[in-house]
């Protein structure tokens, strides 16, 4: 969501805009860990990726 804060604003209304934002979970990259079982490390596959172009 975006909030859209005018410089004409005051502290007060600010902190209220921003109280009515949805809070939201943070985002837990431990539960991809070990997911994707890869054939090459990922260097390699970075390095034949970028080597597509040529």
């Known amino acids: 969501m975006t909030v859209i804060i005018k410089r004409s604003s005051d502290r ?6 921003l109280e009515t934002l949805s809070r939201t979970s943070k985002f ?4 991809f860990c070990g997911v994707i079982q890869l054939s090459q490390s990922p260097i390699d596959i970075q390095k034949s990726m970028r080597d597509e172009w040529e």
Do not use: M, T, V
Not at 12 to 17: N, S
Not at 28 to 31: K, L, N, S, V
């Open 28 to 31: 837990d990259a431990y539960r």
């Open 12 to 17: 007060a209304i600010i902190e209220k805009q």
